[in-house]
């Protein structure tokens, strides 16, 4: 018997010993426990604010640290190039939020998944783009850091551009590497996200998803 | 702010539709540890939305919506998931010795709905429910006729591996 229709009554049949098969804990659906559990997107969405705010500090740090040196050029260009960056971060991350909170899951299944997707599109763009920036912003963070904390002035124009080429070779370099080691990185969950992110991985997957979903509403026809 | 009484509400509706939690679960997840964290996370998003929730929608197809939609993402993450939800030592869903209320046919049905990719699952779980096309086509997000001839394809699929491989 394989024809799906004939399926359908064994599935009725197994349907009805389910009822007796199945138990549900309902002590675990009572409001207090359901308050306290939070579900995937509420984790991401309080990961995104904790991380929004933490780029609004720097933000404000970086403006403080223009201010006092508004009269030294190279540290207040330095702390500029930073600042934008961590505005360009800022901006990225409250998209994201915003964009997770117009999920609403009891919406029609391709419709949420589809915008689920671009979702993740943005992200992986976000992580591609704060990972290359971060390789180009490398010398102003150095600059600024190490005059903001340790009050020292490392500034000089050989050691500059030494670093703004190092970080430039960087970019070649960990696009290889998550390319070529990526895979193999299943047991750092995390590391393995962002160089498949970083070589593209994730937003091929993404992509041909979007791609399934649309399909899969386009109009067919036998 | 919920109610006790939409508490009750929530818990009766959820309680006269496990079913549906139970067949979502069993169908995106073999693991079984996974089926439960896919349980709960479906649960804890059911109960967030159930303020939002319009009697006008029948429960099952609203339920049908968010786990279908949960499962799914849960199924396409690209991390592994964090093991917590609700409780560390109670389980949400219990299913007594799984395998041995399950006929051959059964067990081949879950063989074939494991190869579908994680729409298709959606769309066949649905049809096997006894849904009609119009409810499917709701919960789905497609047309009517859409769905008649994505349910016809799948029969034919369905004939042309299960044959294959009770010969291969």
Redesign the interface.
């Known amino acids: 018997?394989?024809?799906?229709?004939e399926?359908?009554e064994?599935?009725?049949a197994?349907?009805e010993?389910?009822?007796q098969?199945?138990?549900?804990?309902?002590?675990?659906?009572?409001?207090a426990?359901?308050?306290k559990?939070?579900?995937?997107?509420?984790?991401l969405t309080w990961t995104l604010g904790l991380e929004a705010a933490v780029w609004f500090v720097i933000i404000v740090c970086l403006g403080s640290f223009i201010t006092h040196h508004a009269g030294t050029l190279r540290l207040s260009l330095s702390a500029a190039a930073l600042d934008v960056y961590a505005i360009a971060m800022l901006a990225a991350t409250i998209r994201q939020v915003v964009a997770l909170g117009k999920i609403?899951?009891?919406?029609?299944?391709?419709?949420?998944?589809k915008q689920?997707e671009m979702l993740r599109v943005l992200r992986i763009r976000i992580t591609q783009r704060a990972l290359l920036g971060g390789t180009v912003v490398w010398a102003p963070f150095l600059i600024v850091t190490a005059r903001a904390f340790l009050g020292l002035d490392i500034v000089n124009g050989p050691w500059l551009w030494a670093n703004v080429a190092f970080g430039l070779c960087l970019i070649p370099l960990a696009v290889w590497i998550s390319k070529a080691f990526g895979e193999r990185m299943g047991r750092f969950?995390?590391m393995?996200?962002v160089m498949?992110d970083l070589a593209g991985r994730?937003l091929n997957?993404a992509s041909e998803?979007i791609a399934?979903?649309s399909g899969?509403?386009?109009?067919?026809?036998? | 702010m919920?109610t006790?009484q939409q508490?009750q509400e929530?818990?009766s509706l959820?309680?006269g539709h496990?079913?549906i939690?139970?067949?979502i679960c069993n169908s995106y997840c073999r693991n079984r540890d996974d089926r439960e964290d896919l349980a709960?996370?479906i649960?804890?998003?059911l109960?967030?939305?159930f303020g939002?929730?319009d009697e006008r929608v029948r429960f099952s197809t609203?339920m049908y919506?968010?786990g279908?939609?949960?499962a799914?993402?849960?199924y396409?993450?690209?991390?592994?998931?964090?093991r917590y939800?609700?409780?560390d030592d109670?389980?949400?869903?219990?299913?007594?010795d799984?395998t041995a209320?399950?006929?051959s046919?059964?067990q081949?049905?879950h063989q074939f709905i494991a190869t579908l990719?994680p729409?298709d699952k959606?769309l066949?779980l649905l049809?096997?429910?006894?849904n009609s096309y119009l409810e499917m086509a709701?919960?789905?997000?497609?047309?009517e006729?859409?769905v008649a001839?994505?349910?016809?394809?799948?029969?034919q699929r369905?004939?042309q591996e299960?044959?294959g491989s009770?010969r291969g």
Request: charged share 25%; hydrophobic share 40%; with cysteine.
């Open positions: 018997m394989f024809d799906l229709d399926m359908k064994v599935w009725a197994h349907d010993k389910l009822e098969c199945i138990g549900l804990n309902r002590e675990l659906l009572n409001s426990t359901l308050s559990a939070h579900s995937a997107t509420q984790r609403d899951y009891s919406r029609p299944v391709t419709a949420i998944q689920l969950p995390f393995q996200r498949n994730n997957a998803f399934k979903l899969f509403e386009a109009e067919v026809h036998s | 919920i006790l508490q929530f818990q959820v309680g496990k079913k939690l139970y067949k709960q996370e649960v804890v998003q109960w967030r939305s939002t929730f609203w919506r968010i279908l939609n949960v799914i993402s849960f396409r993450k690209e991390t592994a998931r964090t939800i609700l409780s109670g389980q949400l869903l219990n299913a007594v799984e209320y399950q006929s046919e059964i081949a049905l990719d729409l959606a066949v049809y096997l429910d006894g709701d919960v789905l997000g497609v047309s006729t859409n001839t994505k349910i016809s394809r799948m029969k369905m004939r299960l044959s009770t």
